[in-house]
């Protein structure tokens, strides 16, 4: 979709979608905010496929010509399996990102999608859980990143506490060099929590708060990533799910962390 004013008046626009789930109505669903220009290139730390999570990557092209995309999709163990697509002028187009190659399957993944012809296009990425689509109960959606940066910043992030929260920061590396990545967790009422991870070329890496921050437990917490240290582009995100009524990640969200100039 496309939403313009139509009198030169700013406006602000965002997207909820839900999905009727075991019998409940909204049992499940996601939100973004809309995008205000397109891009020739956009970046995902985040991503997970396997017999939990179905990921998909969403294209829209609003031009009256037609897009040549490439997706690069950077595995945990630094291949890189390369796909590339057709979008029709003035259309929208799905990835279902697990049936893309036997690589991208199971496993945690980022993606990076690049215009091999100048056109501009807008993309987001939505995760839906847990198994196939007749058992999703929910699903968190996010934009890309229009360009990777050094330096990152989160602010929301908890371990434990109500609902037994689980945090995990989600950092792609788009270099052909690996990188030295300082994560520092900022507590709520002070202090931090500093660890060095080495993320190695064109990968995705995954740093579970509540195995590698032993600090995290019962807090809450914002992140700074990669912002002490010297190292090739990263792209940052944040997942956070929940439990509830003893069903386990019964609620998630994601966001992509804000660059530092």
């Known amino acids: 979709a496309i939403i313009r004013s139509t009198n030169l008046q700013p406006i602000i626009v965002e997207r909820a979608m839900y999905l009727n789930s075991q019998g409940q109505t909204f049992g499940s669903g996601h939100e973004s905010a809309g995008i205000t220009t397109p891009a020739t290139g956009w970046f995902f730390a985040e991503g997970s496929t396997g017999p939990y999570f179905d990921l998909f990557v969403l294209i829209a092209n609003p031009n009256g010509a037609t897009l040549q995309v490439r ?24 990835i279902w990102v697990d049936l893309e190659d036997a690589l991208l399957s199971d496993t945690a993944v980022s993606t990076t999608l690049t215009s091999l012809n100048g056109v501009t296009f807008i993309a987001e990425r939505a995760m839906w859980w847990p198994g196939a689509i007749a058992t999703w109960h929910e699903a968190h959606n996010s934009a890309g990143s229009v360009g990777p940066a050094g330096c990152w910043g989160l602010a929301e992030g908890e371990q434990g506490g109500p609902g037994n929260r689980q945090t995990f920061i ?34 995705r890496f995954n740093v579970d708060v509540g195995v590698e921050f032993p600090a995290a437990a019962g807090r809450r917490f914002g992140a700074l990533v990669g912002c002490t240290n010297v190292g090739p582009d990263l792209v940052v995100e944040r997942a956070m799910y929940s439990n509830a009524s003893g069903v386990v990640w019964a609620a998630g969200t994601n966001a992509l962390g804000t660059p530092f100039p």
């Open 170 to 203: 989600l950092v792609a590396n788009t270099a052909a060099v690996s990188s030295s990545v300082d994560v520092q967790l900022v507590f709520e009422g002070g202090g931090t929590s500093t660890r060095t991870f080495t993320v190695a070329p064109k990968s």
């Open 71 to 94: 997706a690069e999709y950077l595995l945990p163990t630094g291949t890189v399996v390369t796909r590339t697509y057709t979008v029709a002028a003035n259309s929208r187009f799905n």
